[in-house]
Each structure stands twice: as structure tokens, then as C-alpha cells.
């Protein structure tokens, strides 16, 4: 059965690519950009795909750091769980083990959001909330 699950999934393809400038662009993200979003916009794809384009070389050094420090703090957490393998649950020494290594961090100070400059749907209108610990 599971064989069958596998085969009928792999007939799903990738989506084809297109390149626009140094981006590979998906053919139905592009399109849905190029042709339901941007048209009566006075924006041009060119100027889309160009701003996307900084702005992923902007933050791409920023996120490679990240993903390297989440792989290092996950091999530490890793590494915790098989030292202890068997013994007793000690939630002082892992939130003690986990604070060591950056992973939890002090409560920041309390501080405000202004909504200036914000559309009224974000601002003003109540909506679904995610709420994050």
C-alpha cells in the first residue's frame, strides 16, 4: 500500500522555472504576479523581480548565518538528549543547559508597536490572531 501512496505522488511534478534576471522564478508564481497582481498596478515586473532579487541578496549572508546557528544549537540539543539517554527528566538542569547555549534567552523589556503608515485591514480591523509564545 505505501508503495502505491509513493508512486501516485511522484507523479506530481515540480513546477517548471523561468529566469528573471539572477532568479529562478516558478512559472505559476510568476505568472500570478506578472498577470493577476501587477496589472492596473502602477509597478512593473521588472521593478518586482529587481527589488526581490536585492532583497534576497541582501539578507542571504543574514539567513545562512541563522540556519548555521540553528543547526548548531540543534546538534548541541542533540547531543544533550543522547548524553542523558535513560536517566531521569531534569527540567532545571535542560532549561539551565539550554539557556547556556543561547537557545532561551532573558525576557526583553516591554515596548509598543505604532500602526502609522499601516493599511486599515492590519491596523484597525480584528482579525485572526497567531499568538507566539
Known sequence: KKKKQLARNSDMRAPDYIEIGQLKVAKPLANLVEKEILPGLDIKADQVWGAFEKILADLAP???????????????????????????????????????????????ADFTIGTENVDDEIAKVAGPQLVVP
Do not use: C, M, S
Not at 540543534?74 to 543561547?102: C, N, P, S
Open 62 to 108: 543574514r539567513n545562512k548565518a541563522l540556519l548555521a546557528k540553528r543547526r548548531k544549537l540543534q546538534q548541541q540539543i542533540d547531543d544533550y538528549h543522547l548524553a542523558r539517554k535513560g536517566e531521569e527528566w531534569d527540567a532545571l538542569d535542560y532549561k539551565k543547559f539550554l539557556t547556556d547555549i543561547g537557545y532561551l534567552v532573558p525576557e526583553a
